[in-house]
T-cell receptor
């Protein structure tokens, strides 16, 4: 089955700096890659996603890149703000709609 | 549209008991997936139901089971509870209209504590 690895597990950045979280996957059939943000005590919320026919996608301060050949995808957050502090999860899904999640990255933005 | 809802939000059980959790998807969504979230393991996939049929299953023992009703609401049951079953159980719904993977929207979760 699919194996999704996520790094780093914790990340601290100064407010205004950029944050990058990386994930790798093993199943070449995976074709959908969402990213979720989970604040303490709350449900995971989708922040951005990308499909395998696209290499990059941006939404304001957030961007995701996908390298299908290398089987890795990354989340980039620019101009970080304290409210970006949360746990971020990457996921990979195959055409059968089965999702596999990374183990999460705890991001702390220091004011 | 109302979001995904889960009941109950909190549960305390003792070892050996069984528990049933409920999930109501977003109106119009026909796929419901269940996940177990623990601090060390992240989100582990349990199973997915679509049109009342289990379509995918994760690597959990047979003590974990589920079902889906004709209105797309889903229940998850855990029998013979063990201490290690203590976790946050999340369900997520998606429309599955296109047949392939689509955005999943999560419920608030049910926090289960097994004593």
């Amino acid at each position: 089955g699919e194996n999704v690895e996520q790094h780093p597990s914790t990340l601290s950045v100064q407010e205004g700096d950029s944050a990058v979280i990386k994930c790798t996957y093993s199943d070449s059939a995976s074709n959908y890659f969402p990213w979720y943000k989970q604040e303490l005590g709350k449900r995971p919320q989708l922040i951005i996603d990308i499909r395998s026919n696209v290499g990059e996608k941006k939404d304001q301060r957030i961007a995701v890149t996908l390298n299908k050949t290398a089987k890795h995808f990354s989340l980039h957050i620019t101009e970080t703000q304290p409210e970006d502090s949360a746990v971020y999860f990457c996921a990979a899904s195959n055409p059968g709609n089965q999702f596999y999640f990374g183990t999460g990255t705890s991001l702390t933005v220091i004011p | 549209k109302a979001g995904v809802t889960q009941t109950p939000r909190y549960l305390i059980k003792t070892r050996g008991q069984q528990v049933t959790l409920s999930c109501s998807p977003i109106s119009g969504h026909r796929s419901v997936s269940w996940y177990q979230q623990t601090p060390g393991q992240g989100l582990q996939f349990l199973f997915e139901y679509f049109s009342e049929t289990q379509r995918n299953k994760g690597n959990f023992p047979g003590r974990f089971s589920g079902r889906q009703f004709s209105n797309s609401r889903s229940e998850m049951n855990v029998s013979t509870l063990e201490l290690g079953d203590s976790a946050l159980y999340l369900c997520a719904s998606s429309s599955r209209l296109a047949g392939g993977p689509e955005t999943q929207y999560f419920g608030p979760g049910t926090r289960l504590l097994v004593l």
